[in-house]
Structure formats: structure tokens, C-alpha cells
């Protein structure tokens, strides 16, 4: 139970009450990016272990939808990065990619003119974030 709420609360809350802190100093063509997780897409790959984490990568990716159409008119563009396996002192058995993959994506989506929506940096299992996520959004239930 603690766990729970230690996850929601870092993943999801913080990131809405920062968000909310910073929006009077966002001005016009101002940029919000949240860092997600191809979690936020592959459910029970990993089984109940991981069950927590994804449903707070589930919840960040509804908020940064939510952020990105409330926040159009106002002219703040909302990116979400979400990274495959990135190899860090957290996931060494299983990094596949670098945090320099990720870290341009961030970039990108800051400075670029016409930043995307989503981003995909990295690998899961040697396939692009991006073929994962697709296909697991796209299979139906089982």
C-alpha cells in the first residue's frame, strides 16, 4: 500500500502539481515534456511485480493528453517522451539503449517548431519503443 502511493505519488501527482506550479510562468509557445515509459502502453508484460509502475505510466499518459488539449489555445505544446529499456544504475540487466537517445528527444521536442506528441527513444527486447507500443495498442485484450 505504501508502495502504491509512493508510485502515484511521484509519477503522477508530482508531476500534476509541478505542472500546475509552473503554468502562470509558461508563456506563449511554452513547452511542457513528461517522461513516461513504453510501460505506459505494455500492461502485465512484466506481471503483477510491475503492476503499480505501469498504471502510473498509464495515468501520466492520460494527463499529458489532457495538458496537451487543454493548454493548445493558450499556445503551450505538451510532449510525452516515452523511453524503452534505457541502460541506467537502475536497469542494468536489461538497458538496451542509452540515455543519450532520450536526452535527444527531449531536446527535440523543446526546441523544435513542431515538436511530436509522442516520442519513442530506445529498444525493448531489441525492437524499437515505438513497434512495441504500437502493438500492444493495438492487439486486442487476453
Known amino acids: 500500500r505504501i508502495f502504491l502511493s509512493r508510485v502515484l505519488e511521484i509519477n503522477v501527482i508530482g508531476v500534476g502539481r509541478v505542472t500546475k506550479a509552473c503554468l502562470p510562468y509558461l508563456a506563449k509557445e511554452g513547452r ?7 510501460f505506459g ?3 502485465g508484460a512484466t506481471k503483477l511485480d510491475h503492476c ?3 498504471a502510473s505510466k498509464f495515468a501520466l ?7 496537451r488539449r487543454s493548454l493548445r489555445r493558450k499556445g ?3 510532449a510525452l517522451v516515452k523511453p524503452g529499456n ?4 537502475m536497469n542494468e540487466d536489461y538497458g538496451e539503449s542509452t540515455t543519450r537517445e532520450v536526452a535527444v528527444d527531449i531536446e527535440h521536442a523543446i526546441t523544435s517548431s513542431n515538436p511530436k506528441t509522442r516520442y519513442y527513444p530506445g529498444k525493448v527486447k531489441g525492437y524499437q519503443s515505438r513497434f512495441v507500443c ?9
Open 86 to 89: 534505457i541502460l541506467t544504475d
Open 41 to 43: 502502453s505494455v500492461a
Open 52 to 54: 503499480y509502475y505501469e
Open 32 to 38: 511542457i515534456v513528461n517522461i513516461g515509459s513504453y
Open 76 to 78: 503551450v505544446k505538451v
Open 61 to 67: 499518459e492520460g494527463m499529458t493528453d489532457n495538458m
Open 134 to 142: 504500437t502493438l500492444y495498442e493495438m492487439l486486442p485484450t487476453w
